[in-house]
Each structure stands twice: as C-alpha cells, then as structure tokens.
C-alpha cells in the first residue's frame, strides 16, 4: 500500500491500481454525505480533481494521483457515501491504470505516511 | 479609525469544551466549539432524538431600563413591544432605514426591564443603533451573563430535574428561577425545531450549570455544526446569509412577525425605520422571496450557489444563501431568494461546479417544530 500527501491510499495488483482515502482524511472530513465519481474510461492527469467530497462540513476534491485511465468506479458510494466513514480502507473510490507506474515507487509507505501525518 | 486584529475571544465555558473534546472554531469574534467527539450528523440526530446542550454565550443579552421603553423600542422594531406581557418573548427584527434588517432578535418582557437577545457578530453594531435610538433610556450589553441552549424532547426532563418550574413553562414564555441559589432567566424557546429551553446564567455559575444539566444521560454536548443544520431544517433564517442590511421583513418570509397593530390602519401603524418600504411591501407583496429548495440530486447546494429558471443559458434568477444536508430530512437541503411568483413545486437549477442541477422550490419548514404551546 502506498500513499499521497493528498491523502489517498493506491492499492496495485497486477496493474490495475484501487485509490480511496485514507482513514485520517475521512475523520477530518467529518460525515460524508455525497460522492461524485468520474466516468469510467476517462482519460486522467496526475493533479487534476477527478472526485468531488461533501461532508456536513464542505466539499473538497479528490487529484487523480497519476496519468492513466479510471477503469471502474465504486458505484455503492454514490448511495451509501457513508461508508467511506465507516471503514476508509474498504471503500475503495475507483480502479484506474497508469502510465506512470514507476511514480509509486517515490510514494510514501505506511510508516512514512503515519509520519506525515503527525 | 482601524482596528487592530484580535485573537478570539473565549467564552465563559472555554475550559468545559476542551474537557469534552470539543473542536474549536473562530465564529463571530469568539472562539467556539463547532462539534465534539459525535460529529456534526450524531449531534444534529442526538438533538432529535433526546437533548443538546449548546454554548451560545456569544449572542448578545441587552437589557433595556426606564419608563416607556416599549414604546421607545416600537421606534426601531416593526412588533408589539406594548402588547407583550411580563413573562412572555416574542421574535423581532432590529431594522434599517431603507427597510432592510440590521439584526433579528428575541425580545422577552422581565417585568422591571425588557431583554433582547441579538446576533453575536451583531451585538456590538446593534447596542449603537438602539442607544442612539433611545437615548432617554438606560441600554447595557450584560458582560456577566453566559447563555446556554438546551433543546431536544428530553429538554423539559433534563431542566425539570434541576429546576422543577421549568415543567410548568410553555413555547415562549420567560421565567426568572432558582437553581441551587443561583439566579436563571430561562425562556422556553431556541434555535432548532425542538421544544427546550435558553437560559442566561451567571459566568461564575455557568460551568457548574452545564455540568449538571450535562449529568442527566439524554444530555450531550452540541456544536455550531449542528446548531445550523437544526435551523436549516426548521426553516428559520441565520443572520448575515438568508437575512441582511440587503433584505426586507416581507422578502425574507418574516411578514408574520409584524402584529396587526402594527400595520397599515392598526392602532400605532408604521414609526419604525423603513416602515413605508416594508407597509407598502405587506400589502402588494415584495419582487422577491426566501423559500425552501430540495435539490434533486445528493449533491448538497451551498451559500452562493446561483439558480437558474432553464437547464442552460439565461442570467440567475435567484440565489441559495444556507444549504447543506439535513440529517433528520436524508437528503440535501437549502434556503434561498427566488422571483415572487416562483411556487412551491417550480424546478430550477441551481450551478454546482459549473454544472446546473435541479433543485425543487419547497416549503419551508422542512422538519415540523415540536413546541410545547
């Protein structure tokens, strides 16, 4: 698992890459009430704000953490937002391969996020 | 002159607040807890369903002394300051002399003097306009009184078990009782759609106040967070956003706020500041007005957010000031001024990052209050 300062968790297995956030971020997001996701097959650029956040408190973006192309998104967010409070690691956003994948290799770990973090 | 910026000021119960995890926020000028440990959605639920404490020393007590000054204060209010009788509290608007509102406000009839309760952001501005207002009168901000809210179903249980006489209180009636020698103003009022109850009471008294009502198990603290979804729900305006110096009586949906004495051919007819904007408004209506808005979609439409009559093209037509997600309601919900001749079911959309959704115009409340009558 790796992890950006953006706060997302990126998961590869067999290059096919599952971001969600991270934990910490969703605590201080407060309770998430509506997710918009981007539309599958979309051409994605490291930085650009492809996911829209509302908590109770304010909406805030989601960058896409690499070039490359979102290949599934997490339907079950759209109608139960919640869940990404309830367990941040399980409620994956969207699945996306890259380009770029020697980018996560400069990525944090997780003691080095935990770091960042404190 | 300039002001020299200043750290916020904190209020009475500051250390209580950090005990009980609460995450502090700079709002109106003073330092304040905008949720605890139950978040935003728990707290909103919890005040539903039981009863919240909420800290809202920030707002402004201002006792009023000296003989006439109900008629002195029907000089700057539209409402029946007269016709309040002792031990009774009624909503008023503080107003402008072009007919917009400088502040709403709660004014209670304590017998020897009347106290009005006005915005915390407002306070200070408001005591200039009403000591120059009533220059003949004795007009003080009290510095030596917390207030605290208690609101909920479980409100009446929780005061009652401290104070029994607060059982006996009905929707805005205000009382001066006795807690373990110390002297509360409770008015059974608030900010939130439930029966409860707000209550002044001496800074030197106010923690050991809160930690006992606090005591009772359907007691939990509440933060600002909540406090605004409660009044969203219930459809009442905050000040500065759904009603300004920008905005009349009738145009924010208060019409009924101005008593029949008050009016056009009552006994003490208009003598406020912008009384022939706001009389002529009553009668033939306003250009404008606040109403309800329930977004289609889950996406929550906020401050700012500009409506539009059709899908694409056009200039706004309106404009949503509150909005956000109504916990008790399940679904976004907002608030905002829309062309008087918009009715309730009408569809427009409303521009969320640059796309237009649709948003239904509704009536407001969206949560029916729960008052003791």
């Known amino acids: ?118 | 002159m300039t002001t020299e910026p200043t750290d916020p000021i904190k209020l009475p119960l500051d250390a209580l607040h950090a005990e009980l995890g609460g995450k502090m926020v700079p709002f109106a000028g003073h330092s304040m807890p905008v949720q605890y440990a139950m978040g935003v959605m728990g707290e909103h639920l919890h005040t539903r369903e039981k009863a919240g404490l909420f800290d809202v020393s920030h707002m402004g007590q201002m006792v009023i002394r000296g003989e006439g000054r109900a008629e002195a204060l029907e000089r700057l209010l539209p409402i029946d300051v007269v016709g309040l009788k002792e031990g009774r509290q009624r909503y008023g608007l503080l107003m402008l002399p072009d007919g917009g509102v400088a502040d709403d406000l709660m004014v209670a009839n304590r017998g020897d003097h009347l106290l009005m309760v006005v915005n915390g952001a407002m306070k200070c501005l408001d005591l200039e306009i009403v000591q120059a207002g009533m220059p003949d009168h004795d007009v003080t901000l009290l510095e030596d009184r917390a207030l605290l809210a208690l609101q909920g179903p479980s409100a009446e249980a929780v005061l009652a078990g401290l104070v029994p006489e607060a059982a006996e209180m009905r929707f805005m009636d205000v009382r001066t009782l006795d807690w373990d020698g110390t002297e509360l103003w409770v008015s059974r009022s608030g900010y939130t759609g439930e029966d409860g109850y707000e209550i002044s009471v001496p800074v030197a008294r106010a923690e050991a106040f809160a930690r006992a009502l606090l005591a009772h198990e359907d007691a939990a603290p509440i933060g600002l967070g909540a406090r605004d979804s409660l009044r969203l729900e219930a459809g009442m305006p905050l000040y500065g956003q759904d009603l300004t110096a920008e905005t009349t009586p009738v145009e924010a949906g208060l019409g009924w706020a101005i008593q029949k004495v008050r009016r056009t051919g009552g006994a003490r007819e208009g003598g406020f500041p912008g009384a022939d904007r706001v009389l002529a408004e009553l009668a033939e209506g306003a250009t404008r007005k606040r109403v309800g808005l329930r977004p289609q979609g889950r996406a929550p439409m906020r401050t700012g957010v500009a409506l539009y009559a059709d899908e694409t093209g056009g200039d706004p037509v309106g404009e949503v000031t509150s909005g956000g997600f109504g916990p008790s309601v399940g679904a976004p919900v907002a608030m905002g001024y829309v062309p008087a001749d918009c009715a309730v079911g009408t569809v427009l959309y409303g521009d969320v990052r640059g796309k237009r959704l649709p948003v239904t115009v509704a009536d407001l409340p969206f949560h029916t209050p729960r008052y003791k009558r």
């Open chain 1, 1 to 118: 698992m790796k992890y950006t300062e953006e706060h997302e968790w990126l998961d590869n297995s067999d290059g096919v890459i599952t971001v969600g956030i991270t934990e910490h971020a969703a605590t201080q997001l407060g309770d998430i009430v509506f997710i918009e996701l981007p539309d599958v097959g979309r051409e994605v650029t490291k930085g650009e704000e492809i996911v829209v956040i509302e908590s109770v408190k304010a909406a805030s973006d989601i960058t896409s953490p690499l070039d490359g192309e979102i290949t599934e998104v997490n339907e079950a967010l759209a109608d139960n937002p919640g869940l990404v409070n309830e367990d941040a690691e399980a409620a994956w956003f969207f699945k996306m391969t890259t380009t770029t994948p020697e980018e996560m290799d400069d990525m944090m770990d997780e003691d080095a996020y935990k770091e960042f973090i404190e």
